[in-house]
Structure formats: C-alpha cells, structure tokens
C-alpha cells in the first residue's frame, strides 16, 4: 500500500479522467459530473467576487500563470481579465486535453523566471500538498509574481471528508503563510459551505463503500473505505442516487443563501488575494 506522493497520486487521478470528464480529477475525484458541476460553481462565483473586488471588470495586458491547470479551466476563464493568460500542471494528461499556452510543472520548482507575472491563480492545489510544501509552493508563487501583482489562492479551510491527499488550513493560517512569503494580503474570504451536501457525506460514510484506488488499481495508504468515491457513489441503489443528485440540485439556492448568514469559519475553502511587495 503505497504512501501518499502528490507528485505521483495526482498526474495518476488526473490522467485517468483527462479525456473524459476533466472536472472529475479537479473538483472531487471522479465523482458524478452533476455533483463537481455543483462545486465548480461555487469555485467560479467565488473567484469572480475576488477578481471583481480586485481588478474590476477591465481586460488588460499581461501574463496571468494557472496553477494546475488541468484542462485549461481557469486558464480560459482568465482571459477575461488578462491578454496572455499561462498554464501549468502536474499531469501530461490533462495537459495534452486542453489548448493555449501550458508547460508540465510541479508548483514547488515553476520553470519560469522571477517576476515573470503579472498575476498567479492557484485554485484547490497547495491544499493537497503536505505543510512543507505548502510553503515551497507559496514562496515559489511569490517569485514568479511581478512587484505589485497579484496572487489569488481558493484553498481548503475544512474537509468535506477525510484522505490523506487533503491538508486544509483556517483561514487565517493561510493568511500568514502568504504574508510569510513576502505578499500582502488584501482579501480574505470564507468561501463555499455546502451544508445539505456535507450532512450527504457524513450519512454516505456510514455506508459500506468500495476502497478509493488510484488509476494502477492500488490501494493508497490511509484512502479507505470511509470515502465516498465515484465507484461508491455509482454502488449505491437507484433510490439512494436520486435522492443524491436531488440534494445537490436543491444545494444551488441554498449555497447562494448561505453566503449572505454563514460564518466564514464554516466555509470549506478560503479565498486570498495578495499583492507583491
């Protein structure tokens, strides 16, 4: 039973479902399409409050880096704000799935020179990297950033469910891990809560589910049998998926209410922006 590596857990998830659902290995792995359709989403309302707030709504000149890319996602969405938006990603797969300008990078080493940016994106990555490179990757974001540039991060604050795979921070720890590397942070916002889909989880983790494996077929240490899984979620009875796929569909109105009432340190996911110093 293999230890968790992200460099190589992640290319295998991400290979795995590159040519056919590339939201099933950024968002939830391999989870139904109407299920990650839900929390992509909440990630792109997120980030338009955040870019808004930030940089309005003017396109301008420039190179704006996606971190992990994947298919290219953000890296699009992007070019709404930025004339020359980049990529990067761990996985040859997703990479070769999507367009544009992109380079097969580990977030911890970019291969670009300092202060080639003019902005970086990194949305749901550092939250997979163990504490210490966490680190790495911030102060390597950092070096990429121009002086007065800007750096947008939407990472974990709370587990949805357990895996070894996912080392959240609160809030304000990811605050001071930015502010360690040099950047000041100007935004800082609970984001994403989720509350019909998160009792989901708990009640399907009290079910008898199949083993999470990675794309070799074996069993990655401490991802077990307690996490839903797209196997697991498709073993469920008929019933039970509908009624999960309700749930998710109800969640939609819900979320946008629960961004107005919920405290931020419910949030599952924080969103920062930060300026070069």
Known sequence: MPEYDYADYWPAVADAHAAVDPL???????????????????????????????????????????IGCGAGRWTRWLARWWSDPVGCDLSAGMLAAGAGPRVRADVTALPFAGASFEMALSVTVL??????????????????????????????????????????????SWRALVQGAGLRVERAAGEGYAPLVRLGVAAARRLPLPRARR???????????????????????????LVARGVVAASYPIERAAERVVPARLALHGCIVARRT
Do not use: Y
């Open 215 to 241: 794309s070799g077929g074996d069993d990655v240490k401490g991802v077990g049998g307690s996490r839903p899984t797209a196997a697991s979620i498709g073993a469920l009875p008929a019933p039970v998926r």
């Open 127 to 172: 939250q997979h990297l163990p504490a210490e490179a966490q680190q790495r990757a911030v102060a390597e974001i950092a070096r990429v950033v121009k002086p007065g540039g800007a750096v947008v991060l939407l990472e974990m604050t709370n587990r949805i469910a357990p895996g070894p795979h996912n080392f959240p921070r609160p809030l304000a």
């Open 24 to 66: 099933g290995a950024v968002c939830w792995d391999g989870a139904p399409p109407w299920f990650n359709r839900f929390l992509a989403d909440g990630q792109r309302r997120a980030l338009e409050r955040a870019m808004l707030a930030t940089l309005g709504d003017e396109r301008r000149a420039g190179r704006a880096l996606d």
